[in-house]
């Protein structure tokens, strides 16, 4: 069993800036990769950026060049939102995958870009 607590997000202005962090405790060796989703009201959850154990990174082309997200250990995340839009405003979800495909979610924390 692996336990995801996320922390970070809020209310930010179009242009601004924010973080989020998610550590993973538990079965952390079985992690084969991190990374964050999100839900936006009236929409699919979908994935915004992941990493593996190996360092390889994955991003939507929503995000490219704006997100960059970095492990600081094998059971941290930090996920760097730069140059928001109000179409970020979602729900976003941290997520652990092991190499068998089982799945892992935090609580979920808010982002809302708005002026």
């Known amino acids: 069993q692996v336990q995801v607590v996320e922390s970070g997000g809020g209310l930010v202005q179009p242009g601004g800036s924010l973080g989020l962090s998610c550590v993973a405790s538990g079965s952390i060796f079985s992690i084969a990769a991190m990374g964050w989703y999100r839900q936006a009201p009236g929409k699919q959850r979908e994935l915004v950026a992941t990493i593996t154990r190996a360092g390889s990174t994955t991003y939507a082309d929503s995000v490219k060049g704006r997100f960059t997200l970095s492990r600081d250990s094998i059971d941290m995340v930090y996920l760097q939102m730069n140059s928001l839009k109000p179409e970020d405003t979602a729900v976003y979800y941290c997520?652990?995958?092991?190499?068998?495909?089982?799945?892992?979610w935090g609580q979920g924390t808010q982002v809302t870009v708005s002026s």
């Open positions: 997520n652990c995958a092991t190499a068998m495909g089982v799945q892992y």
